[in-house]
């Protein structure tokens, strides 16, 4: 297998790489690139990101030659990440309210509300000092439990 990859960026800002199979890559520049492609063009491997993490905020729209991770779409995606990883935990504390509220437990209704609050406020962690995408994947709230 050819360590050769076409990248090109969609129209709606996405990154798409082509992985050669069969076909010679000049082939696969006519027949796989859909003629919108903004500036098709074939590199090595090592110009694409290895990690997949932030595959969603990958852009391709500069003059270097590689394929880099445009931060900001990075952190909206990291926050979502986190939003995935709260949902289940919240629904579990609605249960534990509920029967709260019907034993009348008040010191546990009180103890639920502060955690259910402390999973709405994840997202408002700040995440301006994550400067890379290793430093953004390297902030995960304890709250939410194990990285996901």
Same mark, same amino acid.
């Not at 880099?68 to 919240?90: E, F, I, M």
């Given at each position: 297998?050819?360590?050769? %990859?076409?990248?090109?960026?969609?129209?709606?800002?996405?990154?798409?790489?082509?992985?050669?199979?069969?076909?010679?890559?000049?082939?696969?520049?006519?027949?796989?690139?859909?003629?919108?492609?903004?500036?098709? %063009?074939?590199?090595?491997?090592?110009?694409?990101?290895?990690?997949?993490?932030? %595959?969603?905020?990958?852009?391709?729209?500069?003059?270097?030659?590689?394929?880099?991770?445009?931060?900001? %779409?990075?952190?909206?995606?990291?926050?979502?990440?986190?939003?995935?990883?709260?949902?289940?935990?919240?629904?579990?504390?609605?249960?534990?309210?509920?029967?709260?509220?019907?034993?009348?437990?008040?010191?546990?209704?009180?103890?639920?509300?502060?955690?259910?609050?402390?999973?709405?406020?994840?997202?408002?962690?700040?995440?301006?000092?994550?400067?890379?995408?290793?430093?953004?994947?390297?902030?995960?709230?304890?709250?939410?439990?194990?990285?996901?």
């Amino acid at each position: 297998m050819t360590d050769q %990859r076409i990248v090109y960026t969609r129209p709606d800002g996405g990154v798409s790489v082509v992985v050669p199979g069969d076909k010679p890559i000049e082939e696969l520049l006519i027949s796989d690139v859909p003629p919108d492609a903004i500036n098709p %063009r074939v590199v090595t491997t090592d110009k694409i990101p290895s990690d997949r993490t932030f %595959r969603e905020a990958w852009t391709d729209e500069h003059p270097t030659e590689t394929v880099d991770v445009d931060l900001t %779409r990075a952190k909206a995606l990291w926050l979502d990440r986190w939003r995935a990883a709260r949902s289940p935990l919240l629904a579990a504390l609605d249960v534990e309210s509920t029967r709260a509220l019907e034993d009348g437990d008040k010191a546990k209704q009180a103890e639920i509300k502060a955690k259910k609050q402390a999973l709405r406020d994840v997202t408002k962690t700040d995440l301006s000092a994550a400067d890379t995408p290793e430093k953004l994947k390297s902030i995960w709230p304890e709250v939410l439990g194990p990285t996901q």
